[in-house]
Structure formats: structure tokens, C-alpha cells
């Protein structure tokens, strides 16, 4: 995928999505606590597992920041948005 269509798919998701390098797409959320982190990333996994997509997690007391690509092509897919969308849901 290229810049201006990852540019344009990133418009289309919460604007709190990153484009980094046109490699993939990153979003922090933020937290009250340790807890109430855990259950966020639990719940965006049980989205990874429905879809079988599977993003990378950086999990700490009250952050949980997520990364999206496709990693079969090392780079981003249509896809790795839809994704990132459903994560806006939770």
C-alpha cells in the first residue's frame, strides 16, 4: 500500500491513529488504571482472534499502546484498518 492510500484510510478511523512510514498504523490508549488496561487489550485480542489478524500490544499501568501491519507482507493492507476500526468500537 502506498502513502496516499494509506493516507486516505487513515482518515476514515479515529484520528488518534498514527501512520508510521507507511509500515503500519499505532494508537495509545489511555487508562485509570492497570486493570482496566488488561481488559482492553483482552478484548482486542478476542477481536484479532475473530478476525485472525493479529496486531502487536505494549501493555503498562494504565497505557496500552497498538500496532497494526500485516506481517505475511511486512506493511500495511486494507485490512490492518477494518481492524484498527473495530478497536475503535471496544
Keep these: 500500500m502506498g502513502l496516499e492510500q494509506a493516507e486516505e484510510m487513515i482518515r476514515q478511523i479515529h484520528s488518534d491513529w498514527k501512520l508510521i512510514d507507511t509500515h503500519h498504523i499505532e494508537r495509545v490508549w489511555i487508562f485509570p488504571n492497570f486493570e482496566s488496561a488488561l481488559q482492553f487489550v483482552n478484548s482486542a ?36 484498518f477494518f481492524l484498527a476500526a473495530k478497536f475503535d468500537e471496544i
Design 45 to 80: 485480542g478476542a477481536i484479532c482472534e475473530e478476525q485472525d489478524h493479529h496486531a502487536d500490544f505494549e501493555l503498562g499501568w494504565g497505557r496500552v499502546k497498538a500496532m497494526i501491519w500485516t506481517h505475511k507482507i511486512n506493511g500495511l493492507t486494507e485490512s490492518d
